[in-house]
């Protein structure tokens, strides 16, 4: 039986052309592409300002250091979120202080965040977790008050949208990821948003070593100007190859949404009919591009989590546990940033699991993980035996 993946890159012949052709250029380090790249998928969010890193990781570590986070500063973030999130805090010299998430979006709202605010701080991040929208504008009126910046990590939002809008346009300075687990993907790599000039052109400046004349600059002059580094900057860059990739994959974005919602709504259709098992949907202020399809199994399911995704493994289906919880993590477990109870979080890492969801799926592979779920739904009772034969696919 043929392996069921949790994500597919959707990767083409407009890629590998695309790729050939920065090839044959001989510019295959940061260049024009990157340049193009920045400009179209800015304007596509409606910032003004984009700059490409080499992650979603280094974009948020430049984008709290623009925004002048300092060493001593506490930073409030969820810890429903890949341990990046929390470590872009602590590379600055920061505090990471963990607010608790919305149940029914994982997301950190207005109230979680104030419930958590400390004489210290001075930035939010808030994180669009699965591609579901954060609601922004209570967040922003509340840092507006009290003069924080809000940092959207937009990672997996690429697609969504709030209040009409893309997601990251309300926010101070937004962070996104390519990765191949991405609808849009580059392989690796990353991008600041921002519509403040000051901020986004000392970006440029630190993501290569805080040069003061650009790579790009002075490998293109015949004679290059003697270059400066104004401070300690990094090696951040993008490359020619991934914005090449990028560029290709900035116009697939649309289609990769709409496919993402019609499988969305075909998971919805048939899960509606199980009880205890809760799918992610759009909240009210936004839409989502399913970049994950979490559900949450109740108390009541058949089997726990662990179990429904042994389950799903012996079916040949690979899913995925769901968004984990730094602040349990080894690195946090006793960071002093934990400054209340965080047990919604605690209770959706525990309970939550990814569904498989690319844009290649077909009709026969979303049948088999359906049909995965609705037998497991039917199992007797709680801890039951999967049934199995000796190569572990259900008789």
């Not at 003004?48 to 984008?63: I, K, N, Q, R």
């Not at 546990?321 to 919604?344: D, F, K, N, Q, T």
């Not at 497991?376 to 009772?381: D, E, L, S, T």
């Amino acid at each position: 039986m043929d392996r069921i993946s949790v994500m597919r890159p959707w990767l083409g012949a407009e890629e590998i052309e695309a790729v050939t052709e920065v090839i044959a250029s001989g510019w295959i380090a940061q260049g024009p592409r990157v340049a193009e790249f920045e400009r179209q998928f800015s304007q596509a969010q409606g910032a003004s300002h984009g700059v490409a890193t080499s992650s979603c990781t280094t974009a948020l570590h430049l984008a709290l250091v623009v925004a002048g986070v300092r060493p001593g500063d506490d930073v409030v973030l969820p810890s429903f979120s890949f341990i990046a999130t929390a470590n872009a805090a602590t590379y600055v010299g920061a505090r990471p202080v963990f607010a608790d998430v919305d149940p029914t979006t994982g997301n950190i709202t207005a109230d979680t965040v104030e419930a958590v605010l400390t004489p210290a701080t001075t930035a939010v991040i808030a994180v669009d977790q699965g591609g579901v929208p954060v609601d922004l504008q209570p967040l922003r009126e509340m840092c507006d008050r009290r003069s924080l910046v809000l940092v959207e990590d937009a990672a997996c939002g690429a697609g969504s949208t709030y209040a009409g809008t893309p997601v990251g346009a309300g926010a101070d300075v937004t962070a996104w990821s390519f990765h191949p687990r991405k609808l849009l993907t580059t392989g690796e790599g990353g991008m600041i948003t921002t519509c403040n000039p000051e901020w986004a052109s000392r970006a440029r400046r630190l993501r290569e070593h805080s040069m003061d004349i650009s790579a790009a600059d002075r490998h293109s002059a015949v004679l290059a100007a003697k270059e400066s580094y104004t401070e300690v900057g990094f090696n951040y860059r993008m490359t020619d190859l991934q914005a090449a990739l990028g560029l290709v994959q900035l116009g697939r974005l649309p289609e990769m949404v709409r496919r993402r919602r019609s499988l969305a709504e075909d998971y919805r259709t048939v899960l509606a009919s199980i009880p205890d098992l809760r799918c992610v949907v759009d909240p009210p202020y936004g839409t989502s591009n399913f970049q994950s399809f979490w559900v949450e199994v109740l108390p009541g399911f058949p089997v726990d989590r662990d179990e429904l995704l042994a389950w799903l493994a012996a079916d040949g289906i690979s899913a995925r546990r769901g968004i984990m919880a730094a602040h349990l993590e080894p690195a946090y477990e006793h960071h002093s940033g934990v400054v209340a109870p965080l047990p919604v979080t605690e209770r959706l890492t525990d309970s939550t699991l990814i569904l498989p969801m690319y844009h290649t799926m077909t009709a026969e592979e979303l049948d088999r993980v359906l049909d995965s779920l609705v037998t497991a739904a039917g199992a007797p009772g709680r801890h039951a035996t999967r049934p199995s034969t000796a190569n572990g696919v259900r008789p």
